[in-house]
């Protein structure tokens, strides 16, 4: 029996610490995936500099969560850090489980030191690559991990079988500490500083100091497909990824499958994920793995130096003079513009053809006057003010309850249902700014929600604006993946606006182009509180928000399940 139970724990530990899974290795007899996570302070040497960082684990990205199609998943979360914590399923559309979505403040109150919380939902009818992170403060800046759901037994992928499967984790690392980077820039009223490195699964790569053996490589063969499951798990940086000499072929985004695409370069906005086709053709050596930054605002500083891994071909030696991946300029459109244009879902679909609620909502950031006593410490804004962002010119609030708890059992007092539907202003949302005077870039504030029916059929246009400037904005979705039908530059015209509703792309994570808009579709069928948000974490601690509540339906399917009896406490 001790030996029984010894194997039993090995077998866990291996699924947990495994950062490659071959598609030969996958497990056919388990329905529920057990996990246990600790929260903790790991001690990691990057860029000459030691320091402590919260990790889960003790690993750096955090393990993977492996589950199949329909699969049960219980995480155990443990918090033995010093700080607040709650871990959020980016992309697990949380069907009737809205109590363990994660976002701190929206669906549960944190997990305080030394508390514990179980998180338990389903994979239902989703498979594919999605990602986990920490939804409290910017812990998220360290406290990540891969989901992998794979098809049900006997079920194969849309597209020919690969070798190996690859997951390959871009993100951002500062020797700052990022609770303390969160309270600096927040209590300067400016932005933070750029990150000290980018990263490829936790390492940064030759190109920084104290680096050239903190380098990824993935070791290959010559003449196999491997599929790369890409993931953006950076903080507040749009990235380029590329290798060199060698095409990426999308076969799905953000857990859904996609028409082939074959293209060179791809961009992700934090919280994306792709699922590229790589096909090892070129001659035997060493290829470069880059990450590179898009930056689509105007006069902002960030980190521009590309952080590289290798791709090793089997029989290359250290030797073998690396080639080198290009990558576009860091405001270059053209890719994103590509795969945009060319992302369909593999089908069929059916977006929503009719709508019963239609929101207009424009997105962008904002400078509130300063009315510090102590300006040069807490007025770092552009001329004097303090950074915000918003939604229809309301930056979000939040609060100090959960306000699922609140909702559920009317709590008063602490959000209101009156988020608008459309501008509060109509003026030309690239070029001016919402209010009368044209230098006047405020925003108002509050916790406003908007209401949903259960059941409806949705359309929401998004908006960038240039109030103070434009700028491409990955928004994130909870509780519900969308189709995106739109896609544009300038302002949305909804008589010359061209929609695809025969196969658009199904995503949970879209990013409204600079200066542009973009149009998405979902049915709103799980009823909850669900956040939307910018997933550039600065400007989400600005105000980029909106909470959607989707009430209960009829029947047992369509209603809420009491809240957990063990959900943290505010």
Avoid at 32 to 54: A, E, G, M, P, W
Avoid at 113 to 137: C, I, R, V
Avoid at 261 to 270: D, F, I
Wanted: overall charge neutral; hydrophobic content about 35%.
């Amino acid at each position: 029996m001790d030996n029984y139970i010894a194997s039993v724990i090995l077998w866990f530990v291996l699924i947990v610490e495994a950062q490659v899974l071959p598609i030969t290795a996958r497990w056919s007899s388990q329905r529920s995936q057990f996990y246990d996570f600790k929260v903790q302070i790991t001690r990691v040497t990057k860029l000459c500099n030691t320091k402590d960082i919260v990790t889960v684990n003790g690993l750096y990205p955090g393990p993977v969560l492996y589950a199949k199609e329909d699969d049960r998943v219980v995480v155990k979360v443990t918090n033995e850090s010093p700080y607040n914590i709650t871990i959020h399923w980016h992309g697990v559309r949380q069907k009737l489980s809205c109590w363990y979505d994660g976002p701190s403040y929206i669906t549960q109150c944190p997990i305080q030191p030394g508390q514990t919380f179980t998180y338990k939902f389903t994979m239902e009818k989703q498979k594919g690559t999605l990602l986990w992170h920490a939804h409290s403060s910017w812990l998220r800046g360290t406290v990540y991990g891969a989901i992998v759901a794979y098809p049900k037994t006997r079920v194969p992928y849309s597209f020919k079988g690969s070798y190996e499967e690859h997951i390959i984790i871009l993100g951002e690392y500062w020797l700052k500490d990022l609770v303390q980077l969160e309270h600096d820039a927040l209590s300067s009223g400016g932005s933070p500083p750029p990150a000290d490195a980018f990263t490829i699964n936790g390492h940064p790569g030759p190109n920084y100091n104290c680096s050239i053996n903190d380098t990824y490589k993935l070791d290959v063969l010559p003449g196999k497909t491997y599929l790369l499951r890409i993931i953006n798990a950076a903080l507040n940086m749009e990235q380029f990824f590329a290798i060199a000499k060698h095409n990426l072929t999308i076969v799905e985004a953000d857990g859904a499958y996609t028409k082939p695409l074959t293209v060179s370069q791809v961009m992700l906005g934090p919280g994306q994920t792709i699922n590229a086709l790589v096909t090892t053709d070129q001659q035997i050596g060493r290829y470069s793995m880059s990450v590179g930054p898009y930056m689509s605002a105007r006069n902002v500083s960030f980190q521009n130096i590309s952080s590289i891994a290798y791709l090793q071909y089997s029989g290359s030696t250290p030797y073998n003079y690396p080639l080198f991946a290009p990558l576009p300029s860091f405001n270059d459109t053209l890719v994103i513009r590509t795969v945009m244009d060319g992302l369909r879902s593999l089908g069929p679909v059916y977006p929503p053809m009719e709508i019963d609620t239609n929101l207009f909502i424009t997105i962008g950031l904002n400078v509130q006057k300063c009315t510090s006593k102590t300006p040069l410490q807490n007025c770092k804004g552009i001329n004097g003010g303090v950074m915000a962002a918003s939604m229809n010119n309301v930056s979000f609030v939040m609060p100090n309850i959960s306000l699922l708890e609140a909702y559920y059992k009317k709590i008063n007092g602490h959000f209101t249902e009156d988020f608008p539907e459309y501008p509060l202003k109509v003026y030309d949302f690239v070029n001016q700014a919402p209010n009368d005077i044209p230098t006047d870039t405020q925003s108002i504030t509050g916790t406003r929600t908007k209401v949903i029916e259960y059941g409806s059929r949705v359309q929401i246009i998004l908006q960038d604006t240039g109030t103070v400037t434009t700028e491409n904005h990955p928004i994130h979705l909870h509780g519900h993946s969308f189709y995106v039908v739109g896609y544009g530059a300038g302002n949305y015209d909804p008589q010359a606006a061209s929609f695809n509703l025969v196969d658009p792309p199904y995503l949970n994570t879209i990013g409204v182009p600079t200066g542009g808009w973009a149009a998405i579709r979902f049915v709103a069928d799980n009823p909850g509180v669900w956040f939307m948000h910018c997933h550039m974490e600065v400007h989400m601690s600005w105000g980029l928000s909106v909470v959607l509540i989707v009430k209960n339906g009829q029947g047992k399917q369509e209603v809420l399940p009491h809240p957990p009896y063990d959900q943290p406490r505010c």
